[in-house]
């Protein structure tokens, strides 16, 4: 196994994180190792939890879009517009 040092430092105050889960899984024949990190600092870990869950909400909200391209006031008009052409 190699002997690799990994620097995972907070994206907002510079401290270096702590490790507070881990995990092996093997998927098909490689072993996958997965680790949770933390910011030493509750306080500072918050607001980067905040960050990223907007940062997640905006992008769903993008990939709904792209999925979507109509609103709900647009396409209701268009089913509107269909539903007179028939009559």
């Known amino acids: 196994m190699n002997n ?23 998927v098909g024949t490689a072993m996958v190792t997965s680790t949770t990190s933390s910011c030493p600092d509750e ?3 918050k607001i980067v939890d905040q960050l990223l ?3 997640k ?3 769903e909200r993008f990939q709904n879009m792209k999925k979507y391209p109509y609103n709900a006031n647009s ?7 269909a539903t007179a052409k028939k009559n």
Do not use: H, M, P, Y
């Not at 396409?75 to 517009?81: E, F, L, Q, V």
């Open 4 to 26: 690799q040092t990994f620097s995972n430092v907070c994206i907002r105050c510079g401290k270096q994180r702590v490790i507070v889960d881990s995990s092996k899984e093997l």
């Open 43 to 45: 306080e500072c870990q």
């Open 53 to 55: 869950l907007k940062e």
């Open 57 to 59: 909400t905006q992008r």
């Open 75 to 81: 396409s209701s008009s268009i089913a509107t517009a």
